[in-house]
Structures are given as structure tokens and as C-alpha cells.
């Protein structure tokens, strides 16, 4: 069996573009509905910008939001299909780009947050994603990161950095072969954002109505200095 890796999330999202869109604009993720869409939308628009870069926008839903309160955003995505959708949703600048592109300067582009909404899944193009974060931020801009928890997500496995086989449960039958996800504890993310050059400034950890455990975690951070 070939070892969990970055290729198999891109690969998996790509079969599963168009359920996901399907998935989102009709409201089917339940803690999206109740909690994380209204959590992220808050943490970003708590830091006042006027431009944002959405990394791994999908279909475009964050991006459109904060565009509709006249904010400018970039919305970028790996996957082609879901940056169509972006653009065929109204949001008027949506790229093709994957994140190692990016890590590689391959974006020309600085905004006042940069937002990764349950985006940071792999590895390695994480890592080096992060590297890359404080040069596409202004001056005192702020990476906007929301996760699953690491506490809630871990579940009965070991509490280890590692990979994690994916699950579409709770989804519909039009989902197949669930992307795989690099697992990180609380305290290794916060290691990533130092060594990428970032401070953590605040962590939210938004509650769900109905279990009152955490849905997620935020965290906010700025370029170093």
C-alpha cells in the first residue's frame, strides 16, 4: 500500500470537487452550518482588512463572503474545478495555484490577512507554505489558520504528529476515497508558526451548540518583527 503523502490529498480532491461544491452551498456539513463558517468569517474580519488571500478557497464561499463586504481577496486553489466554481460564483479574482507554487514565489500578491480555512492538510507543501506566509502579508498583516482541533480530531489515536487516514462519514454516497491529513498536535503547530517566521497572537477555540466541544481551532499570527 503506498504510504499516505501531499499527492494523495490533491488526487483525492480532484474525484471529489464536485460533491464537495455540492456539499457546501446546500449546507450539508453540519458543524460548518452551526459553527466553523460564522468562526472563520469572524476571525478575519476582527483584524479590519482590506485585502485578503484565501489559500485553498474551494468553491469559493469564504472569498465571496468577505468580497460581498468589500473587501478585495485572491482566492487560490489547487484544483481547478473548484476555482471555476469560485469564479462562476462571482468571485472575481480565483487562481489555479498549488502550494508549493506558491512557496516557490510563483504568487505576486500581499494582503492584510492571509486566511487557510481547513486547508493546511498536507505535510511537507504545509510546511513550506508557512515559510512563504510572511511574504505575502503587508506590514502587521495576519495568518488566519482554522483546523480541526487536534484534541477532538485525534480521537482514540495516539496524541503524535503524523498521517491520518481520511473519512467522508456523515457524507453523502457521491464521496469516494477521503483525502488523507498529516495529523499535528496543539504544540506543534505553534512550533510550525514560529519556525515559519510567524507569532502566535490568539487562539479561538470555537465551541459546537450540540456536543460543547471544540469544532476547531483558530489561530492568529503575524510575521515576526
Known sequence: MEPLSDTQIIDAWQRNASPWKHAVRAGEIESRRLVTDQAVLDAVLACNPASVLDLGCGEGWLALALQQRGIDVTA???IAELVRAATDAGVIDARTLSYEE????????RADVVVCNFS???KESVDALLRATPTLLTPGGSLVVQTLHPLVACGDLPYVDGWRAGSWAGFGDAFSDAPPWYFRTL????DLLRASGLLLREMREPL??????????IFRA???G
Open 208 to 217: 459546537h451548540p450540540r456536543t460543547g466541544k471544540p469544532a476547531s481551532v
Open 187 to 190: 504544540q506543534t503547530w505553534i
Open 120 to 122: 493546511l492538510l498536507g
Open 76 to 78: 487560490v486553489d489547487v
Open 222 to 224: 503575524q510575521a515576526a
Open 102 to 109: 506558491i512557496a516557490a514565489g510563483r504568487l505576486d500578491v
